[in-house]
């Protein structure tokens, strides 16, 4: 376990752990759990002990429900806009050279919901709920809703989830494709994890150049994308992890990739 104030982080078998640890206010988002979101992921940034960054929430209620809306009520729209200035977790986790998984406990809503988009896979138990309930408040996402969403759902699909606000079953998120595996709620934390391990397990080039063209489609056109890919595949073609791989499959063993 970790020092940290809000977040439980620990690392076995390459997979770093973080959990946010606020459960009385179902692990809600303010300003230290923003903060100490970054921290943590910065400091496994370069380390070659976690290869797979598995993100949740403590207790069964929530993954996590938001903002703290008692935190932001009272501020300025000045003091609103400094604050969105800071690193933004959305953002880091987006961006994070290594894969990241949402393990979605309970309520995902708002901010909450957001973490889960900008995570690289999305697992949810059965009883979790997700929405973007901000237009209940006056407001729109601020964390990536109105961007991410509609890349994930669709245009149709996230103008419902935002404009309306209502909050969506994980089978309904599974279906439309805002969440890649809904498992019962006994079984979620190890299905995750088996997922979780089986990545850590494969070469971490392949997997950072990878992350890197898959998201590349959501933001160029097809033949930019095509020709990005090409390149990132002749850096993988290069990598002691690319010899190692096929020298073991001729072998017929297991791989051990150092990520070089």
């Known amino acids: 376990m970790s020092g940290y104030e809000t977040l439980h982080t620990a690392v076995a078998d390459r997979v770093g752990r973080i959990v946010v640890n606020r459960p009385e206010k179902r692990n809600a988002l303010n300003a230290t759990v923003r903060r100490e979101l970054v921290e943590a992921l910065d400091a496994w940034r ?19 429900a938001g903002a703290d809306i008692v935190e932001f009520a009272r ?5 609103q806009r400094n604050a969105m200035q800071d690193r933004r977790v959305f953002d880091e986790l987006a961006s994070y050279p290594k894969p990241t998984i949402a393990m979605i406990n309970g309520f995902a809503l708002g901010g909450g919901c957001e973490v889960a988009l900008a995570c690289d ?8 709920r997700l929405g973007q309930p901000e237009i209940k408040l006056g407001l729109i996402p601020g964390g990536g809703g109105t ?13 419902r989830l935002v404009l309306t606000g209502e ?7 599974e279906r439309i494709g805002l969440v890649d595996l809904v498992v019962d709620d006994a079984e979620l934390e190890t299905r995750t994890l ?10 971490p080039v392949a997997l950072a150049l990878a992350k890197t063209a898959v998201r590349s489609a959501m933001e160029t056109p097809l033949a930019a994308g095509l020709a990005l890919e090409r390149e990132l595949f002749i850096t993988a073609f290069g990598s002691e992890d690319r010899v190692e791989g ?3 499959f001729l072998e017929k063993r297991a791989p ?3 990520g070089r």
């Open 121 to 128: 896979l999305r697992i949810a138990g059965r009883a979790a």
């Open 75 to 79: 501020r300025t729209p000045i003091e």
């Open 194 to 203: 088996d997922i979780a391990r089986t990545l850590a397990g494969y070469s």
């Open 147 to 159: 961007q991410r969403l509609p890349r994930l759902v669709g245009t149709g699909r996230a103008m």
């Open 256 to 258: 051990d990739f150092r």
């Open 46 to 64: 370069t380390d070659d002990a976690v290869r797979v960054v598995v993100l949740s929430g403590a207790g069964d209620k929530a993954f996590i």
């Open 167 to 173: 909050l969506i079953e994980a089978q309904e998120a």
């Open 246 to 248: 096929v020298q073991a």
